[in-house]
C-alpha cells in the first residue's frame, strides 16, 4: 500500500553532532538527529483500535502520548493518532513511501475477511466485540525474536523497561522532531553480539542475558539466516527457531506470528493457559498438549488472530470479571 505523504513544516533546527563511539560496546550518545520537519499521512483503514493493537503485548516500543502513541519501527520515530479516517502518522523528512509503516500495522489486512474465519463461539464473539479493531502487528523478526526472549517471566512494562535500556545503551539514534528526548532503533544482532553479558545484565536483563548474548551471535554469523524462515513452513520454521538459546515453544510461536505472519502460531503463555482453562475447560482437567491440540482444530486457519484477542481480553475484561 502506497501513501502520498503531506509534508507539514516544523521549526527549524540543526543537525547535532554524534560523538564517535570508544568501543563496540561503548553506550551510544544521548543525542538523535534533530530535523527541520516531519512529514504526515492518514492511513484510510477502519476498524483499527490503535490502542489494543499497540498495547496487546505483541510489541513493546510504543508509549502514550495524548491521544497519540510514538514509538520507532526499524530507524524510523513515529508517532500515530487515531482520526475518523482511520491512523494518522508522522515521521522526520524525507520519507520516499510509507510502506515500512503500512506493513508494520497491516493496515491492507482485511478485518472482516480475518474475523469470518472465527468459530461460533460466544467466549471469542465477546472478545471481539469489546476490541473491534485490534489488529496484528508485523514485526521485524530479530526485534521481534529478542524481545521475546527479554519477555521471559516478566510483565510487559518490565519488558519495555529492559528493552528501553538496551536501545539506549546499543541502538543507533534515530532522528526525531525538534524538542524531542533521543529515541534510538533496537540494536543489531552484530552489536549485541560483542556486547559481554555484564554490558547486558547492566540493563536489568537478569538471566536472559546470557541467552540473548548467545542468540545475537548465532544470528549474527548466519545460523539461522532469520530471512528464509518466511519461506519455510510453520514446523520447520518453529523447530529452526527452537535451536536458539532462550527459545522454547510460546517464544518460537510468537516470532512466527508477530514477525512472520504465520496464521496458526497460537503462542501458549500463562495467560492463554489461564484463558483456555477458564474458559473453555473449566470443569476439565487438561494437559498442555491438550490446550494446543484444542486451540489448533478449534480456532480456524487464523488461530493466531484469535489468540491475541483472547490475550487482550482474559487481561484486561475477563480479568476485572474474575481477578
Keep these: 500500500m502506497r501513501v502520498s505523504p503531506v509534508t507539514v513544516p516544523r521549526e527549524a533546527c540543526e543537525m547535532t553532532g554524534l560523538k564517535s563511539r570508544m568501543s563496540n560496546t561503548s553506550p551510544n550518545p544521548t543525542s538523535s538527529p534533530r530535523l527541520t520537519r516531519v512529514e504526515h499521512t492518514t492511513f484510510p483503514v477502519r476498524p483499527y483500535d490503535l490502542a489494543a493493537t499497540l498495547n496487546s503485548g505483541q510489541a513493546f516500543r510504543w508509549r502514550p502520548a495524548g491521544a497519540a502513541f510514538e514509538g520507532v519501527v526499524g530507524r524510523r520515530w513515529a508517532r500515530l493518532e487515531p482520526c475518523a479516517e482511520g491512523i494518522r502518522a508522522e515521521t522526520p523528512a524525507p520519507v520516499p513511501d510509507w510502506d515500512w509503516l503500512a506493513s508494520y500495522l497491516q493496515v491492507g489486512e482485511r478485518l472482516d475477511t480475518v474475523l469470518a474465519t472465527f468459530p461460533d463461539d460466544p467466549i471469542l464473539d465477546d472478545a471481539v466485540r469489546h476490541f473491534p479493531g485490534l489488529r496484528l502487528l508485523r514485526q521485524n523478526p530479530w526485534e521481534c525474536l ?38 534510538f532503533a533496537f540494536p543489531a544482532p552484530e552489536r549485541l553480539a560483542q556486547c559481554t553479558e555484564a554490558d547486558l545484565r547492566a540493563c536489568k536483563l537478569g538471566f536472559r542475558a546470557p541467552s540473548l548474548r548467545a542468540t545475537a551471535q548465532r544470528v549474527a554469523a548466519g545460523r539461522p539466516d532469520l530471512a528464509t524462515l518466511a519461506s519455510l513452513g510453520l514446523e520447520q520454521a518453529r523447530e529452526t527457531l527452537l535451536t536458539l538459546p532462550g527459545v522454547g515453544r510460546k517464544i518460537a510461536d510468537c516470532v512466527l506470528l508477530f514477525a512472520y505472519g504465520f496464521p496458526q502460531a497460537f503462542p501458549i503463555d500463562v495467560w492463554i493457559e489461564r484463558a483456555l482453562r477458564r474458559l473453555y475447560f473449566p470443569r476439565r482437567r487438561v494437559t498442555p498438549s491438550g490446550l494446543r491440540r484444542f486451540a489448533a482444530t478449534h480456532f480456524g486457519p487464523r488461530a493466531g488472530y484469535a489468540q491475541q484477542y483472547l490475550f487482550h481480553y482474559i487481561r484486561t475484561v475477563d480479568r476485572q470479571r474474575f481477578p
Design 146 to 183: 529478542a524481545s521475546f526472549i527479554l519477555s521471559a517471566t516478566k510483565q510487559i512494562v518490565q519488558i519495555r523497561q529492559m528493552i528501553g535500556l538496551l536501545c539506549a545503551r546499543y541502538g543507533e539514534p534515530v532522528p526525531v522532531p525538534m524538542g524531542h528526548a533521543p529515541e
